[in-house]
């Protein structure tokens, strides 16, 4: 009879599930929780000995304890879940044996269909569709030094790619903007693809039908003066901060014959429009509690 010695060890379930370690050595990691929201790494790990620690619950156990948390399972569902995750062969991160250089290429090593949970779970976390995700991103894995990782992937004009884990953001060289042309007069100008994805969730449409430029930085602007020239009306869905407003100044006085609509106005609360959309997800899940009987 197979025992839970047979399936995965405690450090690749939590790899798999896109938790990377934010510091490790051979027999102990520190994480962000899987169980709740931090920005602080807190979630101890000992690889040596197959347990967790979680400081801010003050709460701990086995792995089969931590996935029957995580899953809201049985032990017997719980032993089940691990030996489904030990029989599927995916990527990830061996054990460190030296400090990675920080200079190290990020290189792909492949490209395909958004199916790891642990990226599904990430884009209903942020309220996105997955079906709209599935149509315009990809799962990449790619590899830093001997490391490897994967996230989900939104290419660029060039080539590149936008990577977003629960753990990491970053890209692949070469970095510039994307862009959908469908040859129209208005354009719809985002920071960022989680923005556009939002927009999208929002509209319950798979893809832009409108013609849309997505910065992938602030910084990249200049590359999208000439795709935003083409169109009368630009809806500008910048982030409500300093770098946003900057953004929004330079592109009215690039292009003074435009008409550029400030649509952070709507969720002027919110950092951005994903969080904005996570928000008005989160209220809409709350169940209504009921008044008290007279």
Known sequence: MKTTSDCIGIREYLLRRGLHPHRETATHGMFLSPLREERTPSFSVRYDKGLWYDFGLDEGGTLLQLVMRLE????????RHLRKEAANEVPFQPLP?????????LRILSVGTIRHPALIGYLRERGIDPTVAGALCREVHYAVGERRFFAIG???DAGGWE?????????SAPKTITTFD??????LLFEGFFDLLSYLTLQHEPEPAVDTAVLNSVVNLPRALPFLARHATIHAFLDN???????LERLRSALPDATVIDRAESYRTHKDLNE???SSAKVSRTPRRRGRKL
């Open 154 to 156: 939104f290419r660029n």
């Open 72 to 79: 809201g399972c049985g032990m017997a569902e719980a032993i």
């Open 276 to 278: 904005s959309l996570r």
């Open 182 to 187: 469908r040859h129209g007069d208005t354009a």
């Open 163 to 171: 990577l977003r884990s629960p753990q990491f953001k970053g890209s």
């Open 97 to 105: 044996t030296a400090s990675p250089r920080e200079d190290s290429p």
């Open 241 to 247: 901060d300093e770098a946003g407003r900057l953004t």
